[in-house]
Each structure stands twice: as structure tokens, then as C-alpha cells.
Nanobody
Framework: QVQLVESGGGSVQTGGSLRLSCAGP????MGWFRQAPGKERERVAT???????TYADSVKGRFTISQDNTKNTLYLQMNNLKPEDTAVYYC????????????WGQGTQVTVSS
């Protein structure tokens, strides 16, 4: 069974930074998603095996997705955090030939206070 384990969440003030990590097997498409209370889950950032990245408009210029295949770890560097970034962040993985992410981590809480 595929296991993805996120870490690095926490509480910071507006303008602060956090780096999330996701340990687990690599797939050709990896991504970070988040879900705030009362809201639907949304895509934050993705990366594929050609190193092509995508970002939600709300995080462009502030967040960076990367991966270290030697460590089987996916990262999300989050800078200039805002209260609206508060959410549970999830790591997800899929083979790129599938449209649906198959594997999900348990999530890590990120709280940004003003």
C-alpha cells in the first residue's frame, strides 16, 4: 500500500514561511492540495516527471514545489504566508496517464495568524 506522509505544518504569523515535506514513493505526477474549513479542497501546486510545475493563482510567486528523488521527498516551500493560506495541506500522487490522484497523505495543518 502506498503511504505518503506529510510534515512541516505549524502556526506562523502573516509574512512567515514554512516548508512542507511529503515522504513516500515517487509517481510521475505529484501535487499539493489544501482544504480550509467549510471550503472545497483545492489544488495548490503540481509537478511532473519533466519537472513541469503548475500553481494556483493565489500562491504564484509565494510557493514553490520541488522534489528530491534521492530522498523520495516532495516539498512545498511557502513564503509570505497569509491568513487565507490557513488549511490542511495534503500531498497526492498519481501516474500522469491518470486524471485522478490515487494516493493521498493524511494532511498537515498550516495556520497563519494576522
Amino acid at each position: 500500500q502506498v503511504q505518503l506522509v506529510e510534515s512541516g505544518g505549524g502556526s506562523v504569523q502573516t509574512g512567515g514561511s514554512l516548508r512542507l515535506s511529503c515522504a513516500g514513493p515517487r509517481f510521475s505526477c505529484m501535487g499539493w492540495f489544501r482544504q480550509a474549513p467549510g471550503k472545497e479542497r483545492e489544488r495548490v501546486a503540481t509537478v511532473d516527471d519533466t519537472s513541469t510545475t503548475t500553481y494556483a493563482d493565489s500562491v504564484k510567486g509565494r510557493f514553490t514545489i520541488s522534489q528530491d528523488n534521492t530522498k523520495n521527498t516532495l516539498y512545498l516551500q511557502m513564503n509570505n504566508l497569509k491568513p487565507e493560506d490557513t488549511a490542511v495541506y495534503y500531498c497526492a500522487a498519481r501516474p500522469c496517464y491518470l486524471n485522478t490522484y490515487l494516493h493521498w497523505g493524511q494532511g498537515t495543518q498550516v495556520t497563519v495568524s494576522s
